[in-house]
């Protein structure tokens, strides 16, 4: 911003410029003294380095209006979490297989996972059919993000919705 700038020329742009050009530093300097504005720095990579003269404080306002609308819009994405046991009944896969598909139509990721207890971890084979199973269920609403791995003592298993 103003004399921190250290190209020898700049490419001034403007709302209330003219002539548009590039400039001599000391020249563009002088120019944004007359209107009594700032000379701001708005891409230094480019040759030369192009320049805006406007109120510093309204340019900083503008920036940080900006990133919040652009913050607004970004997508908040949320993980729903499903647990079974590895000898989880048909009932009982079926009920929650509903609400995996409700989370699903909703947007939310859904974790499902089988949580061994003890000595149960020698079923990892069941729990992982288990996942497999719901993961099949729900493919025309989901896609399979993760495929089931054993952590510790959980094998985790994410899908996330298809686009619509």
Known sequence: MNRNITSPQVRVVGDN???????????????????ELDLVE??????????????Y?????QQKKKQKEMKAKAQKITVKEIRFGPQ?????????????EKFLKDGAK????????????????????LLLKLATELEEL???????????????????????
Request: aromatic share 10%; charged share 35%; hydrophobic share 35%.
């Open 110 to 129: 859904v974790k499902a996972f089988v949580f061994f207890k003890g000595r149960s971890i020698i079923f990892k084979e069941q729990g992982e059919i």
């Open 42 to 55: 708005i891409s230094p990579k480019a040759d030369p380095p192009v320049c805006k003269i406007t109120d």
């Open 88 to 100: 989880t009944d048909d009932h009982d896969f079926d009920f929650k297989m509903r609400h995996a």
């Open 17 to 35: 410029i003219e002539n548009q050009g590039v400039y001599p530093i000391r020249d563009a300097l002088k120019l944004a003294d007359e209107m």
């Open 142 to 164: 989901g896609t399979v993000e993760q495929m089931p791995r054993l952590e510790g003592k959980r094998m985790t298993m994410i899908i996330s919705p298809k686009k619509k």
């Open 57 to 61: 404080s309204k340019f900083l306002y």
